[in-house]
């Protein structure tokens, strides 16, 4: 009788992204230079959370680019008051 050996390798893998919090390029909305910012930061500056950002983005009310994440254009943010 033949006997069957059975190997199975197990791959695990973990992928770590280091990208800059915050950046300068020309917005394509207001058309300028200016500083890009994570919708985190976005949320700390204006004292809203990060889904209103969200919210704000899908409305059209900030300017935005999408990369690795998504950057806002921190011209476009209300003043916080």
């Known amino acids: 009788m033949k006997q069957k050996t059975e190997i199975i390798f197990e ?3 973990t992928v770590a992204f280091k990208s800059r919090r915050n950046f300068i390029a ?5 058309r300028a230079l200016t500083e890009m910012v994570t919708t985190e930061t ?5 004292g809203v959370g990060e889904r209103e950002i969200y919210r704000l983005i899908e409305n ?3 300017h935005f680019i999408e990369a690795e ?3 806002v254009c921190r011209s476009s943010l209300p003043i916080r008051g």
């Open 69 to 71: 994440r998504v950057f």
């Open 26 to 30: 020309v917005c394509g909305e207001c």
């Open 60 to 62: 059209g009310r900030l």
């Open 42 to 46: 976005a949320a700390a500056l204006t």
């Open 11 to 13: 791959i695990e893998e």
